[in-house]
Each structure stands twice: as C-alpha cells, then as structure tokens.
C-alpha cells in the first residue's frame, strides 16, 4: 500500500494516478480529498470526491460480483459433489443388486440339480426295491401242489387243465401286480417331485422377499442421501443469503458514514467562509 502510494502522481485533472488495485487507490484519493480540503483546493477536493464515490461504486459491484461468482462456484461444487456421490450410491447398488441375483440363480441352479439326481437316484432305488413279479397267491400254490399231484397219479387231462389255470392266474396276477407296482412307483415320484416343487418354490419366494427388501433398502437410502442433498443445499442458500444481507447493511453502513463526513466538511467548511467575512468586515 505504501509503494502505491510512493508512486501516485498528479493525472491531468490533478487527481492521484492508479497504481496500486482499487482499494488502495480509493484510500489514496480519499487522502487526496482531505488534502485539498485543508489547502483550500475546493474544486480539486470535489472531482476527488465524485471520482470517490464512482470508484466505491464500482467497488461495490465488483465485490457483490465476486461475491455472487463464489456463491455460483460453491452452489456447483455441491451439485457436482452430490452428483458424485448419487452416482457412486447407484453403481454400488447396482453391483450389489446383480450380486444378488447372480448369487440367487447360482443356488437355484444348484437347488434344480440336486433334484435331477435326487429323483433320478429315487426311481433307481424304488425300481430295484420293488419286486418286478408278484409273490404266488395261496390259490396259486395250492393249485401247483394239485397239478403236482395229479401229474404223479399219471391223470395228465386234469393235470393239463390245471396247468392251464394256473398259467392265467399268473397272468391276471401279474397284470394286477405291474399295474399296482406302477401306480405306487408313480405316486411316490409325484411325492417327490411335489416336494421339490414346494421346495423351489419356497426358493423363489426367498430370492423375490431378498430382492424385494433391497429395493426398499436402496429407495430407504436414496431418499436419505436426497434429503441430505437438499439440507446442505438449503443450509448453503441461507449462509449465501445470510452473507450478501451483511454485505449490503455493510455497503449502507459505509455509505451513510461517508455522507455524514461530507456533512461535516460542508458545516465545517461553511464555517471558515462565514469566520472569513466577520473579519473582512471587522478590517
């Protein structure tokens, strides 16, 4: 301020060359004024004064320019920020929801495999458990001892007859036992595939509960990081709101100081005038 100062020269309206940034200059030409004021130099005091008033003026814009600049500058960190974040928070959801799913078929794929061997290795088990031919009926085996007995009386018409009988009652004994054999094999791999459906449906009904809880989750959060985007915001706008206030109340206030010292450099002024005629005329 004082190498500013040191370099101030007389422009050809007399007032101080800039040399120094606006503040200092305005510092020089107040100085300048008072000066001119005390030298009698009214009219030079007074282009100081309005070159004054131009160049607060022009301060003053160009602080609330600065100001509103910063504020712009701030408000666009905080979208960019909050735009940052929002686009973090979607990307971790995102893998983390895949993740999910990913990991959801894998075990169900899983789950359907097991089935295939399960069933496969039940029908296997049920087929070589259960006998293919039926056990003879106690008619059956009476009928046989009766063609034995027959055949060693040598009565081989009646032997032959019975051996005919016993020849359809072992068909009509096998139909009914292969139906019967069927329909159990049937019905207990229907069991079994109705558990297994039970089972992946209870499955699926899991992995939907899963993704449904993590949607809410994520929509829970999303409106968390929204409201906080909205309080940072709104408590920014308040700060900003809070700032330019005191800087125009600080603005009015230097205004009002500056025009109270015009005042009295007018009264103290108006003073040595009327001082100057009483003793011109007490001369």
Not at 59 to 86: G, M, P, S, W
Not at 189 to 204: R, V
């Amino acid at each position: 301020m004082n190498n500013s100062r040191s370099t101030a020269r007389k422009g050809t309206n007399n007032l101080p060359v800039q040399t120094g940034d606006i503040e200092e200059y305005i510092q020089i030409l107040y100085e300048h004024q008072k000066s001119c004021e005390k030298a009698g130099k009214y009219l030079e005091a007074d282009q100081a004064k309005k070159r004054l008033a131009e160049l607060k003026k022009e301060l003053d814009q160009k602080n609330k320019y600065e100001v509103k600049d910063r504020h712009t500058n701030e408000k666009q960190e905080i979208e960019k920020a909050h735009l940052d974040e929002f686009n973090q928070f979607n990307e971790f959801w995102d893998q983390k929801m895949a993740e999910f799913d990913q990991e959801a078929q894998r075990v169900k794929e899983q789950v359907l495999q097991r089935h295939d061997e399960e069933l496969k290795q039940f029908t296997d088990e049920l087929e070589n458990s259960i006998p293919v031919k039926p056990k003879d009926s106690a008619e059956l085996l009476s009928l046989r001892k009766t063609e034995e007995s027959l055949a060693r009386q040598e009565n081989y018409q009646e032997a032959h007859l019975t051996q005919q009988r016993i020849l359809a009652m072992e068909r009509d004994e096998y139909e009914k036992w292969n139906a019967s054999r069927t329909s159990k094999i049937r019905n207990l791999i229907s069991q079994l595939k109705l558990k297994q459906t039970n089972e992946l449906a209870a499955l699926q009904q899991r992995i939907i509960s899963g993704q449904e809880e993590q949607r809410k989750i994520r929509s829970q959060e999303l409106e968390k990081l929204l409201q906080k985007y909205q309080n940072v915001r709104k408590e920014l706008t308040s700060q900003q709101n809070q700032e330019i206030t005191r800087l125009d109340k600080t603005m009015k206030n230097q205004s009002i100081m500056q025009q109270s010292r015009m005042n009295s450099s007018k009264m103290m002024s108006s003073s040595m005038k009327k001082g100057d005629e009483e003793n011109y005329y007490i001369k």
